[in-house]
């Protein structure tokens, strides 16, 4: 019979792998305690931080509109007003907003006067602009192009209350929601039914008054 060299090849690789295992305890040895723990954090934040997106994404209150964004920062000149911090809480206005609605002929029938749709830009510094657009009536009126600054006058629910820049009253709006406008009062005239502007998904910031100065609204951003 061949004699087997099975067990001696079997011995002589015996130092070979106490050796590996010193070094494999030493590895072992050497990593934080919390080394496994900091892997699965690290792998939890990866996944934060792609959910999450980029911070230099621009946020809705950075729209720059060509007006309402010369406010002065909290701390900055005299301590606001009672009034001005109840328009700071307005939370419908903490951003540019515009609405759009159609409002028929307040004064009369249809054949005295056009319905007109309305497109109402909000500033939270306290300035609006407005294109009121005629449809129908005896004949095609120009587009009407007003500003003015928006005060709140009432908080549950949030009502405003629009001034045209030499102070006349221009119009009254309760926030059914944060998206939707009810009209209380349009050109001084209170509507018998309701009719109501809606939020749209983008700012229009009514660029054929852009020639004109901003307002000092006196409104704290």
Same mark, same amino acid.
């Given at each position: 019979m061949q004699r087997s060299d099975s067990f001696p090849r079997f011995?002589?690789?015996? @130092?070979?792998?106490?050796v590996a295992a010193l070094l494999l305890a030493g590895c072992a040895q050497h990593r934080e305690p919390n080394y496994y723990s900091m892997q699965r954090d690290n792998t939890e934040s990866d996944a934060r931080h792609q959910a999450q997106g980029r911070h230099d994404a621009i946020a809705p209150s950075q729209i720059q509109l060509g007006f309402g964004e010369n406010a002065k920062k909290p701390g900055e000149g005299n301590t606001p007003s009672p009034q001005a911090q109840a328009q700071a809480a307005l939370r419908p206005l903490s951003q540019p907003r515009t609405f759009l609605g159609t409002v028929p002929c307040l004064i009369g029938s249809s054949t005295e006067c056009a319905a007109s749709r309305i497109t109402l830009?909000?500033? @939270?510094?306290?300035?609006?602009r407005a294109r009121t657009h005629y449809l129908g009536g005896s004949g095609q009126q120009p587009d009407l192009l007003e500003q003015g600054c928006w005060e709140a006058i009432g908080m549950q629910p949030a009502r405003i209350l629009l001034q045209t820049g030499s102070k006349q009253n221009k119009a009254d709006f309760t926030f059914v929601t944060d998206n939707i406008l009810r009209v209380n009062m349009l050109n001084n005239i209170r509507p018998k039914l309701e009719y109501r502007l809606t939020r749209q998904a983008d700012v229009d910031p009514i660029d054929e008054l852009s020639a004109k100065a901003p307002l000092d609204c006196g409104k704290t951003q």
């Amino acid at each position: 019979m061949q004699r087997s060299d099975s067990f001696p090849r079997f011995f002589r690789s015996l @130092p070979a792998m106490a050796v590996a295992a010193l070094l494999l305890a030493g590895c072992a040895q050497h990593r934080e305690p919390n080394y496994y723990s900091m892997q699965r954090d690290n792998t939890e934040s990866d996944a934060r931080h792609q959910a999450q997106g980029r911070h230099d994404a621009i946020a809705p209150s950075q729209i720059q509109l060509g007006f309402g964004e010369n406010a002065k920062k909290p701390g900055e000149g005299n301590t606001p007003s009672p009034q001005a911090q109840a328009q700071a809480a307005l939370r419908p206005l903490s951003q540019p907003r515009t609405f759009l609605g159609t409002v028929p002929c307040l004064i009369g029938s249809s054949t005295e006067c056009a319905a007109s749709r309305i497109t109402l830009t909000l500033a @939270p510094t306290g300035e609006w602009r407005a294109r009121t657009h005629y449809l129908g009536g005896s004949g095609q009126q120009p587009d009407l192009l007003e500003q003015g600054c928006w005060e709140a006058i009432g908080m549950q629910p949030a009502r405003i209350l629009l001034q045209t820049g030499s102070k006349q009253n221009k119009a009254d709006f309760t926030f059914v929601t944060d998206n939707i406008l009810r009209v209380n009062m349009l050109n001084n005239i209170r509507p018998k039914l309701e009719y109501r502007l809606t939020r749209q998904a983008d700012v229009d910031p009514i660029d054929e008054l852009s020639a004109k100065a901003p307002l000092d609204c006196g409104k704290t951003q």
